[in-house]
């Protein structure tokens, strides 16, 4: 629960989320990463916890996870301790519902050469 920042996305912007996060990500050490527990849900599909924050895959460029928070209405805030670099899409409403996010997200990656980094895979949307 102390990694937790609640209410964060109701009050920063999503440059703000990104900035903190690529900051905070140069303190990270991923290789000693612990997954601390993992889930099966129907909503989000298969996820990964460590350090507080969720753990997402990356494929395609480069190794090792990326790690963030998800909220259930499509907000993203994620960074990768690899490259120091910080992503965050803030949604200004509730969806059910991962589409608008998936393709922000993809794009984001693509232009960052991060590789591909999918969200709720396995989930109901």
Same mark, same amino acid.
């Given at each position: 629960?102390?990694?937790?920042?609640?209410?964060?996305?109701?009050?920063?912007?999503?440059?703000?989320?990104?900035r903190?996060?690529? %900051?905070?990500?140069? !303190? &990270? +050490?991923?290789?000693?990463?612990?997954? @601390?527990?993992?889930?099966?849900? *129907?909503?989000? =599909?298969?996820r990964?916890?460590?350090?507080?924050?969720?753990?997402?895959?990356?494929?395609?460029?480069?190794? %090792?996870?990326?790690? !963030? &928070? +998800?909220?259930?209405?499509?907000?993203? @805030?994620?960074?990768c301790?690899? *490259?120091?670099? =910080?992503?965050?899409?803030?949604?200004?409403?509730?969806?059910?519902?991962?589409?608008?996010?998936?393709?922000?997200?993809?794009?984001?990656?693509?232009?960052?050469?991060?590789?591909?980094?999918?969200?709720?895979?396995?989930?109901l949307?």
């Amino acid at each position: 629960r102390a990694g937790l920042l609640p209410g964060l996305g109701a009050f920063a912007t999503a440059e703000g989320m990104a900035r903190l996060l690529a %900051g905070a990500a140069s !303190g &990270l +050490q991923a290789p000693s990463w612990h997954v @601390a527990a993992s889930e099966v849900s *129907t909503l989000f =599909g298969e996820r990964r916890w460590a350090e507080g924050l969720q753990l997402f895959e990356r494929r395609g460029v480069g190794s %090792g996870d990326m790690v !963030g &928070l +998800q909220s259930a209405g499509g907000s993203l @805030a994620l960074c990768c301790p690899h *490259t120091r670099t =910080g992503i965050a899409i803030l949604l200004n409403g509730v969806q059910l519902g991962c589409g608008p996010t998936r393709e922000l997200l993809g794009a984001a990656c693509e232009e960052l050469g991060l590789g591909t980094v999918d969200v709720a895979e396995g989930g109901l949307f």
